[in-house]
Every structure is written in C-alpha cells, then in structure tokens.
C-alpha cells in the first residue's frame, strides 16, 4: 500500500462498511508492517458482510414467495 495515501485507504474502509475502530486498527497494523494481520481484519469484515447478504436474499426469498402466493390465489378467483 506504498502509494495508496492514509486518506485514500480510510475512505475506501469507510465504503466497505468498515466502523471507525476497525480503520483504526487497520492502520495500526500498517504502521506495525503487520500485513498477514491485516488481511485476517479484512477477510473477518468480508465474512460479516457476506453473511448480511445471505440474511437479505432470504428475506427477499420469503417476499417473493408470499408475493407468490397473492398472484396464485388472485388468479384463482
């Protein structure tokens, strides 16, 4: 991350959802050279999001099937 600025790496953290304490923590391990632990940090952060998204597509899933359900008894009468 040679040539990314402090500011460029806070803000693209800040776009991926990332919380104040976890850039903050991020930077400290840039400052320490501790890249393995970074990448832990970032792949932890991916995960819960990853899970986030399982959670809406099965809300989405659970609309689309009563929505299902409403066109099917619609079309009954």
Not at 2 to 23: F, N
Not at 24 to 36: A, D
Request: glycine share 2%.
């Amino acid at each position: 991350m040679e040539h990314t600025s402090r500011q460029a790496v806070i803000q693209k953290l800040k776009d991926a959802g990332c919380s104040r304490e976890l850039a903050e923590q991020f930077l400290v391990l840039e400052e320490k050279g501790k890249r393995k632990e970074q990448l832990a940090l970032l792949s932890r952060h991916r995960s819960c999001l990853q899970d986030q998204v399982r959670r809406e597509e099965q809300r989405i899933d659970c609309l689309d099937y009563l929505a299902y359900q409403l066109e099917k008894a619609v079309q009954a009468k």
